[in-house]
């Protein structure tokens, strides 16, 4: 399967998890709007996912994948499930003691992760309880994520990306079953996530048991392996930290702003539909392809990979950000604006979103080129990337954010994506890891050609036809829909006209 394909495949079921989730953030937005409910909630709800993308997705990951993938490839299936059993039993361990201590602690903790609730002691004391509710996601998902991991080592992507889908399902079900009989919204949401974990864990150790991958649970022995795989998550925690905390800053600072974490939450969730889909699916495919490569020292076939890969994202992210800058207050018209959620609220969105979006190419880049130096277990560079990224967030949401509120901190984060992706290549270039081969500047310069043509598309349809065809569909949805369709239309038709992508993409 190409790698174009096998994108479009984990990006399918992507979509599916992501619609489903703006199903629930659009309950969510209806039930909650921007209040401190919503604030609390919002902050509880980013906690666990915080830990799991240092622990789980990020240097546990990072240094899991490569020695699965390499023992599956040398050793066979029997040692490589072996080892991903003690892993899966450390963790557990681990995790329980993890969540157990912060369930005494946090309230010591929101004092350092939300220290602007402290001026509201109602605020403060919601997100307390929601964090206790919701802090064993963590376990849950984390075990899931390694098992996902797995999964994916034997080119088994769908399952691991359909996952999601429960969570939302779980949340839609909570909010709108359990709302009336719960404290209020929020407090229903946040059970629901708690029980999302548990089934998320049951389905995907179903989902591998039927595919024949099965883990047991073994007293661990602490061998070379594991010693490894700990050496090189050390750097790995460093990093993932350091990442999390640069995405984390902005939530510490809006929690001094009112509102401001509600519509950063409701912005970086529109932002993360294409990355979540381009970024993470490419993410997903190119860790274990490029292990592979280079462990059979197919160093040319590596940069080929990455070449290939960051044309795609590049040609499906430039018009995603395009599109997002200059009709996001429509798309969070439809999608959020009912109920408690306002026309102020919508303005107040679409702002974040215009600024967040300038960064969205460059989260999707970070993304392809992290893999390559997980591939070669090098964690080291990505830390003192980060380090320098996530200063550079810092200083600028704090300065940007006095004077420019919410607005600010979103900038600041695409700045300091741009600022990872640019550092991330020369580092790679540097060490003779990646070069651009033949043509794909040129490339680039017709995605940009086509991008701008949709652009006038979308300007054209917003500022002479978009009254008149609400008026003739009599429907918001429809009129959103029908504006991204022709947007939609005329890229693809442009980019296929100039041989940027053809049918045969699809099929091999």
């Known amino acids: 399967m190409s790698l174009f394909r096998s994108v479009f495949t984990v990006g399918f079921y992507t979509f599916l998890s992501r619609i489903s989730g703006y199903m629930r953030d659009i309950l969510m937005a209806s039930h909650l709007g921007t209040s401190h409910l919503a604030d609390a909630f919002n902050v509880a709800f980013k ?138 919204p929020a407090h229903a949401l946040a059970f629901g996530l708690f029980m999302a974990g548990i089934l998320q864990l049951v389905s995907i150790i179903y989902a591998s048991r039927r595919a024949g991958i099965i883990l047991t649970f073994t007293k661990p022995k602490i061998d070379k392996d594991l010693r490894l795989m700990f050496r090189n998550m050390v750097p790995g925690i460093i990093g993932s930290s350091i990442t999390q905390i640069n995405l984390w800053v902005g939530t510490i600072i809006a929690t001094n702003i009112s509102g401001a974490v509600s519509i950063l939450y409701y912005a970086e969730r529109l932002n993360q539909f294409p990355l979540a889909i381009i970024g993470i699916a490419l993410g997903t495919i190119l860790l274990p392809t490029l292990t592979r490569q280079l462990r059979e020292k197919e160093f040319d076939k590596a940069v080929i990979t ?66 390559r130096f997980f591939a070669s277990l090098d964690t080291k560079t990505p830390v003192r990337i ?90 918001k949805i429809l009129n959103l829909f029908f504006m991204i369709f022709c947007g939609s239309l005329s890229y693809f038709l442009v980019a296929y006209l100039l041989n940027i992508i053809t049918i045969s993409d699809f099929r091999r």
């Not at 499906?316 to 959620?341: D, K, N, S």
């Not at 967040?356 to 970070?366: C, N, Q, R, T």
């Not at 050609?449 to 002479?464: E, N, P, R, V």
């Open 47 to 184: 906690l666990p996912n915080f830990f799991r993308n240092i622990f789980a997705d990020g240097a546990l990951n990072a240094a899991f994948v490569p020695i699965f993938t390499a023992k599956l490839t040398n050793e066979g299936r029997d040692k490589a499930l072996n080892f991903g059993g003690k892993v899966v039993t450390i963790l557990l361990l681990s995790l329980i003691c993890v969540v157990g201590l912060f369930e005494i602690f946090m309230p010591q903790i929101m004092k350092v992760l939300a220290m602007g609730f402290h001026i509201d002691k109602e605020k403060f004391a919601l997100a307390v309880l929601f964090g206790r509710i919701t802090f064993p996601y963590l376990l849950f998902i984390s075990i899931t994520t390694v098992y996902a991991g797995i999964m994916n080592s034997f080119g088994k992507f769908a399952v691991a990306a359909a996952i999601p889908i429960l969570m939302n399902i779980c949340m839609i079900i909570a909010v709108v079953f359990f709302s009336k009989h719960s404290t209020s």
């Open 306 to 371: 990455q070449n290939k890969a960051l044309e795609i994202s590049l040609f499906l992210t430039l018009p995603c950000a395009f599109a997002l800058v200059l009709i996001g207050r429509e798309i969070i018209q439809v999608l959020y604006e009912r109920a408690a959620f306002t026309s102020i609220d919508t303005l107040h969105v679409s702002i974040a979103l215009g600024y967040l979006a300038l960064g969205l190419p460059a989260f999707v880049i970070i993304r392809i080129f992290t893999p």
């Open 386 to 475: 980060s380090l320098i990224s996530v200063t550079i967030n810092i200083v600028l949401s704090y300065l940007l954010s006095k004077q420019f509120s919410f607005a600010g901190i979103a900038f600041a984060s695409a700045v300091s994506g741009w600022v990872s992706a640019i550092l991330l290549g020369y580092f790679l270039f540097k060490k003779h890891s990646f070069y651009f081969i033949a043509k794909f500047f040129v490339k680039i310069f017709l995605i940009l050609i086509a991008a701008t043509f949709m652009a006038i598309i979308l300007l054209s349809y917003k500022y002479f036809a978009y009254d008149y065809m609400y008026l003739l569909l009599g429907s």
